[in-house]
């Protein structure tokens, strides 16, 4: 699928960094360099890898309530972006939309930018082009704060009904918050190479596209129910020791019995595989039951990439999410010497970590009303 990347604030931008960083490091394509990052700020302070300072939107730079920033303030966030709009939107003539598949917006919905600029941004994409519109959204760890947790809870009210899909990172699960570096980068980089693996695909002849390949209407399609995703993952390395059939061997129920045979079948080690990938940390952990629908995709060497053990694992992860729909892909990567397993759960119903973040963001806007009142009453 080619998607222009779209990074809106501190995170935003620095996930698309991160996310172009994987797909020039690799074989993979997915937004052919088609991206932007907009930021509200006086001073950019950020050094980009992998984003040409021509494609760095800086948006708000004569308000005078702006600094680095709009320090969490997301009606200030929105006020400026729908002021400063033609300017983003400058740049973002400079993307062909119409050749590619759809528009990724990326934010950390906890920022004043990512939840109020984001927002405006995808209101504004879903007005202008016909394609699909999706989000990765950041959610802040619980040590964010309560006005992180009322900006991301504000900000999943406006954009999941105006996105196509809002794909979920959960920091609180995700970022080391004693690390030294702070633990962003690499969280960056983990969530960066799910997103790349899934959405993104070898950039190959197209005679050689087999007839199992994934491709971008299987995407669309298990997004298409819109809501909220999560994305779960598992990879093994072929070189690694006694490589994938070793490892597998290693993992399996009842590896080392004297009944086991010899060597598990096809369908076995894919579905192996994918029950890792379900069974991983997920962007956003959830109950997988409640998915409406779900795609899996396997990567690596055609060889290792059997029929039977697709259809058996795409069998096995029906009943696993109870989900009558789940799609199956593959990816071919000739030569690789890893072979991956993505499953993308769409429209996901159950998830703990929204339910706490909209209690911390409650709590966090009834305490900021009664210190509005007091100041108030001492008037
Ligand atoms: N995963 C990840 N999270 C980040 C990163 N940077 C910040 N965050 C989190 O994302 C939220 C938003 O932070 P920023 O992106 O810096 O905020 P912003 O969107 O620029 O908005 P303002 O700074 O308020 O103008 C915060 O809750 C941070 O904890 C990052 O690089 N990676
Ligand atoms: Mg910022």
Known sequence: MKLALVGVGGAGSRLVDASRGVETAGDRQLCYGHLLTVDISRTVDDEFDHVPPEKHVTIGDTHREVDAGVDGDQNLAVEITR????????????????????????????????????AVVVERLQDMYD????????????????????????SLRSIVPTADSVVLFDNDRWVDADAEDDGYERANRELASRVVTLFAREDSDPESIGANTMDSS?????????????????????????????????????SGDDEASDEPTDAVKIQSLVRQALNSRLTLPCDISSAERALVVLSGPPEELSRRGFESARQWLEEETETVEV??????????????????LSNVTEVPRIDSLQRQAVEHDVDHADRVQAVDESD
Not at 138 to 148: D, K
Not at 219 to 238: E, K
């Open 83 to 118: 002021t400063d709009f033609p300017e983003i939107h400058r740049t973002l003539d400079s993307v062909p939309l119409r050749k590619l598949d759809g528009v990724l917006v990326v934010a950390g919905l906890g920022g004043g930018t990512g939840s109020g600029a984001g």
């Open 218 to 254: 299987d995407l669309i399609r298990t997004l298409s129910p819109g809501g909220v995703a999560s994305i779960g993952y598992a990879a093994t390395d072929l070189d690694d020791g006694g490589g994938f059939l070793s490892w597998l061997l290693s993992i399996l129920p009842g």
């Open 131 to 154: 394609k699909p519109v999706y989000v990765l959204g950041v959610l802040p760890a619980a040590e964010a704060g309560g006005r992180a947790a009322l900006n991301a809870a504000r």
């Open 327 to 344: 799609l199956a892909g593959d990816d071919p990567q000739s030569g690789s010497s890893t072979v991956s397993a993505v499953v993308l």
